[in-house]
């Protein structure tokens, strides 16, 4: 079996004793679980490794899998130059899953790479294998800012390169787990901090994958975890295999988690399809929510699936109620695919002659024009969660005090430059928040002098 292990591992350069000097002593565990998956590592031998790292190049709608012959690397940021690397990659491997992601119309590829050394989340596995172990090549995997679905699907683009290869490969995930378990901490602390450290080490030490898909990002983002993503690409690598999961570790002492396990797999199990599952489950309750789908959001995806099939602009219907076809307000159009945003794009004030207008310019705004993100593809369409939300005008107000966050939207204003954030959405707890994400969206700073509008919609979904 080409695939003969993978593991779950951290990557604090503290680890590392020429870093650490002596620090590292406060993670004897990890220390310890890292030597013995070296040790295993050295005994199966691998032709290949690959490494995904959340520090190797970052796009947001594409995979990066690093290119060339070699690369060098060192731990200077942090004090080591004279730990240093020298790394040849598997060209055969990395083009195989290059042409393979190229041929099912899948982000990923070599392209847009400028700074060519190693990182720290790829290094750091590197040490403890090497102390070991030398005979083998590497691939590089960056991740992305796709959804979770998305980082499972190409970690079977991976499976499958491997596969057509012949390639005997061990897989490594890197990233550490909550950087909020602490207060005295990097990022402080937050509940959802050990929690999320509970959640994916149970989730790991089960070999439960599917489960990683159902983590929500909101969730993951107040956590402050780092590996997430490189964890479900493991879990695609592993799909359709039964496989033998170990705890090895898991420690918090210096307010960060950082958690090992190993995985083996054994023979197909067609039970452990586990996106396949999750698309049903989710094509399942999008179907239901699309029965019921008011007259304001039925509108918004005619027109997306009318422009995005055939290029054709909608025209306001003849079944829109009066309240559509006759009246004027400002309107966002917001597009989720997977849990995550895919677009969205709206006018605080009535632009339009009507409210269906509104609807139609701005859901194909939303679904072609969002700079933040590519067009929506026809495949897409089936996997799309539409909401439209309909402005009340905008009122003046004084201060924070007069906003709810759960009710009221809110427009930042600076001048010329101004900033909007719609009310009640996930992950924006508190005013503050809601102020500072409208000012940032504005190009506001903090130094700037702001007036405050408030507003409130009607949520259709």
């Not at 720290?120 to 596995?125: D, E, N, Q, S, Y």
């Not at 504005?442 to 409130?456: N, V, W, Y």
């Amino acid at each position: 079996m080409p695939i003969l292990a993978a593991y779950m591992v951290p990557h604090p350069p503290m680890i590392v004793p020429d870093v650490g000097r002596g620090s590292e002593k406060q993670i004897t565990k990890t220390v310890r679980a890292y030597e013995e998956i070296a040790g295993e590592i050295a005994a199966l031998r691998p032709e290949t490794i690959i490494i995904s790292s959340p520090h190797s190049v970052l796009y947001a709608d594409y995979f990066h899998v690093s290119p060339g012959k070699a690369a060098t690397g060192d731990f200077s940021r942090f004090g080591a130059g004279q730990v240093s690397f020298r790394e040849t990659y598997d060209q055969e491997l990395s083009g195989a899953i290059c042409s393979l992601s190229e041929a099912k119309g899948f982000p990923a590829g070599t392209l847009g790479e400028r700074d060519k050394r190693l990182d720290h989340g790829t290094m750091v596995p590197l040490y403890f294998v090497e102390q070991q172990y030398r005979d083998f090549r590497l691939v590089r995997i960056g991740l992305s800012g796709l959804s979770l679905a998305e980082h499972y699907a190409f970690g079977q683009i991976i499976r499958e390169a491997v596969e057509q290869t012949g390639r005997r490969t061990v897989y490594i995930a890197s990233g550490d787990l909550s950087h909020k378990l602490q207060e005295y901490g990097p990022y402080g602390y937050a509940p959802e901090g050990p929690e999320y450290d509970r959640r994916i080490m149970d989730v790991c030490s089960r070999g439960a994958f599917g489960e990683m898909l159902d983590f929500e990002e909101s969730f993951c983002d107040r956590a402050a975890e780092c590996g997430h993503r490189s964890f479900v690409i493991m879990a695609g690598v592993l799909d359709g295999l039964a496989v033998e999961a170990r705890q090895l570790s898991h420690e918090d002492v210096t307010g960060v988690g950082y958690g090992i396990c190993s995985f083996r797999p054994g023979e197909p199990s067609e039970g452990r399809r586990f996106l396949a599952q999750w698309r049903k489950k989710q094509a399942e309750a999008l179907a239901k929510r699309r029965s019921s789908e008011d007259c304001y959001v039925r509108l918004a995806r005619e027109t997306i699936e009318k422009y995005i099939l055939r290029r054709e602009r909608n025209t306001v219907p003849e079944w829109a109620p009066p309240e559509m076809a006759e009246r004027k307000a400002g309107v966002f159009v917001s597009i989720h695919e997977d849990g995550r945003l895919r677009g969205c794009i709206g006018t605080i004030l009535p632009v339009y002659e009507s409210v269906a207008e509104e609807i139609i310019h701005n859901a194909v705004s939303a679904s072609t024009r969002d700079p933040r993100f590519d067009p929506v593809r026809p495949d897409e369409l089936d996997r799309l969660e539409i909401n439209v939300d309909v402005l009340t005008a905008p009122e003046r107000i004084e201060s924070r005090d007069e906003l709810d966050v759960k009710r009221y939207g809110v427009i930042v204003s600076s001048g010329s430059k101004r900033g909007l954030l719609l009310p009640d959405l996930d992950g924006v707890d508190t005013v503050d928040e809601q102020v500072d994400i409208a000012m940032r969206k504005g190009g506001i700073s903090p130094r700037e002098k702001i007036t405050l509008e408030r507003f409130e919609v009607i949520r259709h979904r």
